[in-house]
């Protein structure tokens, strides 16, 4: 079978099937479609075991599909999704090959998995260790974040602030040095629920900035309203449906 090959951010080379990487991700489908099989390799910044994933990802799903449709396409989504117990800094790596790969099915089906880890995670101490995330946060910026308003605004004192002291260099593979495209996780964190979101903007203030900002967007999208930029933007919500969903 015709196969293309891919460069991972280390300069490894995977092998993916033509087909399936022109069903299931658009950027290698439009660069298929560009480069005249010129033999060249399509280069990423996507490490190669996130790579090889993917890969097999795109065929089991374009092979579901083949066989049963849309709905075998995403039952086996899920079930790759969910197949093996991957660490939370995997996930990171896979949604962010996801996204640039522009791997719609690929997103849905990692988003998914990593909001229900996000969601498993009892207190926003736990939710912080899991994600590796320093709390940059005082005790009374986390006590105000965790009681306020479910559709606060982002807010000017939502920017991470710099250290106080020299910290030790970052552990490699962290799930925060994975998560390096704001757009890939607001992506995903479109797919955590209320409660999630809320014990996130605990973490840290960059964590708090995408939660309220993915909260706000949720709601105010909703309604064909611009996103608020402060409490004086917002004129009027219907909170119902989120009470009756998601408790007080």
């Known amino acids: 079978m015709a196969t293309i090959r891919v460069l991972s951010a280390e300069g490894e080379e995977t092998t993916w099937l033509r087909a399936a990487a022109s069903e299931q991700a658009t950027a290698l489908k439009d660069w298929i479609d560009s ?8 280069a990423t910044p996507v490490p190669a075991q996130a790579l090889c994933a993917l890969a097999a ?3 089991q799903c374009a092979t579901a599909a083949a066989s049963g449709g849309d709905a075998a396409r995403d039952a086996a989504a899920s079930a790759w999704a969910a197949e093996k117990e991957r660490s939370p800094a995997e996930l990171a790596q896979l949604l962010h090959g996801a996204h640039f790969l522009e791997m719609p099915n690929a997103r849905l089906a990692i988003a998914r ?19 590796e995330a320093a709390c940059d946060l005082s005790d009374e910026e986390r006590q105000a974040a965790l009681t306020e308003s479910i559709f606060e ?26 998560l390096v495209n704001e757009d890939a996780i ?4 479109s797919e955590a629920d209320v409660p999630t979101l809320r014990k996130l ?10 939660a309220r900002r993915v909260l706000c967007r ?3 999208a909703a309604k064909g309203r611009p996103m608020p ?14 009470l009756k969903a998601d408790g007080p």
């Open 218 to 220: 949720r709601l105010f």
């Open 186 to 189: 607001e992506e995903a964190l």
């Open 229 to 242: 930029t402060c409490r004086a933007d917002v004129t009027d919500i219907e909170i119902a449906p989120f």
């Open 153 to 178: 605004p982002e807010g000017p004192n939502d920017v991470a602030q710099p250290p106080a002291a020299p910290q030790p260099p970052a552990l490699q593979r962290t799930v925060s040095s994975e």
């Open 57 to 59: 990802f795109a065929e």
């Open 35 to 42: 480069a005249a099989d010129d033999g060249g390799a399509f």
């Open 201 to 210: 903007k605990g973490v840290s203030r960059s964590w708090r900035a995408r």
């Open 113 to 131: 998995e990593f909001c229900a880890r996000l969601a498993a995670t009892g207190s926003p101490d736990e939710l912080a260790a899991m994600l």
